[in-house]
């Protein structure tokens, strides 16, 4: 019972190219979130969106945007990628309301940005 | 903002021994502190979860402590099992809704020789 999809598992991108990762929740979750995970600097937060239309910059932003047109849709948009954004990009998602919420993680995405 | 530091970066344990992580975090306004398994190849999980207003929980062979004086929690494994390797991330968690923050550690490789 799978409940937060990510599309793509591998990607293999040029410099340059418009990339987009796209994750899917079907728990109902107000929140959703993106993270990037690179070896020994853990899981750091790229943008978080707690409603429709709505976006919270994360740590690292740089570089990166984000879309949230339906409640269980959450984009990640690389404009123009770049190899020093080769990396595994997790999706999560969580109930609205206090931090003392439970994250949902999807299966993440791997981008190879060459 | 909030920053955790998390150690060790590695931990190797013989089966049955136990192990301990620890984490200390910045922001004393955290309130929430939860740690996540992420075995090989898989996506992250909570595991176990304390709040602000408890100093100790536990759940089988895994507990956590918070000291808030001090501003750090410890992961505590007992009786360790193979299954019990896997990396390990600390988190701690302030605000809610729009103002709602995660932020990891950078994670601990807890193998655990059988």
């Known amino acids: 019972d799978v409940k937060v999809t990510q599309s793509s598992r591998y990607l293999v991108k040029r410099t340059g190219e418009k990339v987009f990762l796209e994750c899917v929740q079907d728990?109902?979750?107000?929140?959703m979130f993106w993270y990037r995970q690179d070896p020994g600097l853990g899981l750091r937060l790229i943008y978080f969106?707690?409603?429709?239309?709505m976006k919270e910059k994360g740590d690292i932003p740089e570089g990166y945007s984000v879309s949230r047109e339906k409640k269980e849709r959450f984009s990640l948009i690389l404009e123009s990628a770049s190899t020093n954004q080769t990396s595994m990009y997790l999706c999560?998602?969580?109930?609205w309301g206090s931090g003392a919420n439970v994250l949902t993680f999807g299966a993440g995405s791997r981008l190879t940005v060459l | 903002g909030e920053n955790v530091e998390q150690h060790p970066s590695t931990l190797s344990v013989q089966e049955g021994d136990s192990a301990v992580i620890k984490c200390t975090y910045s922001?004393?306004?955290?309130?929430?502190f939860p740690w996540y398994k992420q075995e090989l190849g898989k996506r992250p999980r909570l595991i176990i979860d304390?709040?602000?207003?408890?100093g100790e929980k536990k759940d089988q062979r895994i507990a956590v402590t918070l000291n808030k004086t001090a501003k750090h929690f410890s992961l505590h494994i007992t009786e360790t099992q193979p299954e019990d390797s896997a990396v390990y991330f600390c988190?701690?968690?302030?605000?809610?809704?729009?103002?709602?923050?995660?932020?990891f550690g950078k994670g601990t490789l807890l193998t655990v020789n059988p």
């Open positions: 999560a998602s969580s109930l």
């Open positions: 922001d004393s306004a955290s309130n929430y």
């Open positions: 304390i709040r602000s207003n408890v």
């Open positions: 988190a701690a968690s302030t605000g809610g809704g729009s103002n709602y923050k995660l932020t």
């Open positions: 728990m109902d979750h107000e929140n």
């Open positions: 969106s707690y409603d429709v239309k």
